[in-house]
Each structure stands twice: as structure tokens, then as C-alpha cells.
């Protein structure tokens, strides 16, 4: 199964890469497992219930991302900085005072056929549950990016994330 996998913000984006044969169609976590076995691609991940066993797979949210930058890259933002090679790590977390939560979110597309353009198969924003999702296809792309959430204080217990991590302990 040829795929697309892209995590914004380490500088991993890994075009048209091979991640084996599936006898039934995949999760995104099960490709993101395939990627992860595979040495070549230098990406790992953690899930939830890798953190906390017990936390139901079906439950299970990327907890965290790494990349290993193997030659620097150049900065596309105008200036003349460069990132220097090395391991570049995205997490799930809360800052309490500020009132916000960092999440990742996922979104899975579909090549149309007969054109350059996708399709979201993802529906809605998906930022838990990535064990039982939707199921990725030859050609998909999945990309994942992490988001910022601003709650009121008084909403910040309550969230349905800030449950997750206090069940990680991170809150």
C-alpha cells in the first residue's frame, strides 16, 4: 500500500512511501504502526494507550510524534535560518494558566480520480480515536497538524481532553 503521511510542524513529510500489504484494511493507527516499524522513515509515535494501558486501543489519541531530521533544512519563512538535523517532537499538552490545551488533529484524504485534487474522508475535526477510525485506502494522504484550544477556566476541567490527560497524567 503506497501512501502520503505528513506531521506539520517537524518536518515530516513523507511522499508516496510503501508501508507493506494489509489483509484487511488498515486504521490510520495501523499504518502509522507500519511507518513506525520501518527504520527508513525515522518516525515514532506514542499513543495513549501506550502511555496508559488502561486506556481501551478504540480510545487511543496520538500522545506524541517524533521526526529525525537527517540533513538541515532551510527555513521557507524569508529568513536565513536553518534547522539543524536531529529529532523534532510534537506532544499533547495542557498549560493551566494560560487555558489551553495542544491537540492533534488528523485529517484523512482521498485522491480524486482523473484529477490533482482530494477529498477529506475525515469527517468533521478528529481529535480523539484514531484505534477504529476511518480506513485508509492505496494513495490516501494522511496529515496531522497540532492545534491550540482555548477554554474558559471554567471549562477547563470539564473538556473532554483535559479528561484524557489527567487519565495520562499530565494533568
Not at 485534487?117 to 496529515?143: A, M, P, T, Y
Not at 476541567?157 to 497524567?169: I, M, N, P, T, Y
Amino acid at each position: 500500500m503506497i501512501v502520503n503521511f505528513r506531521v506539520v510542524g517537524i518536518f515530516c513529510d513523507l511522499r508516496q512511501i510503501d508501508v507493506g500489504e494489509f489483509i484487511v484494511p488498515p486504521t490510520i493507527r495501523d499504518v502509522m504502526s507500519a511507518i513506525r516499524g520501518n527504520p527508513a522513515f525515522n518516525f515514532t509515535f506514542t499513543a495513549d494507550d501506550e502511555a496508559n494501558p488502561s486506556i481501551l486501543i478504540s480510545k487511543a489519541s496520538l500522545l506524541s510524534a517524533t521526526y529525525r531530521l537527517t540533513s538541515p533544512v532551510a527555513s521557507k519563512s524569508g529568513n536565513d535560518y536553518v534547522y539543524p538535523a536531529g529529532d523534532y517532537t510534537l506532544a499533547d499538552s495542557i498549560d493551566m494558566q494560560k487555558q489551553v490545551l495542544h491537540i492533534f488533529q488528523y485529517y484523512l484524504q482521498r485522491p480524486i480520480p482523473g484529477t490533482t485534487h482530494f477529498e477529506n474522508i475525515s469527517s468533521g475535526n478528529r481529535f480523539v480515536s484514531f484505534g477504529n477510525s476511518e480506513k485508509v485506502q492505496d494513495g490516501d494522504s494522511i496529515i496531522w497538524r497540532q492545534v491550540s484550544i482555548k477554554l474558559p477556566a471554567y471549562q477547563m476541567k470539564s473538556h473532554e481532553q483535559f479528561k484524557r490527560f489527567e487519565s495520562l497524567g499530565i494533568a
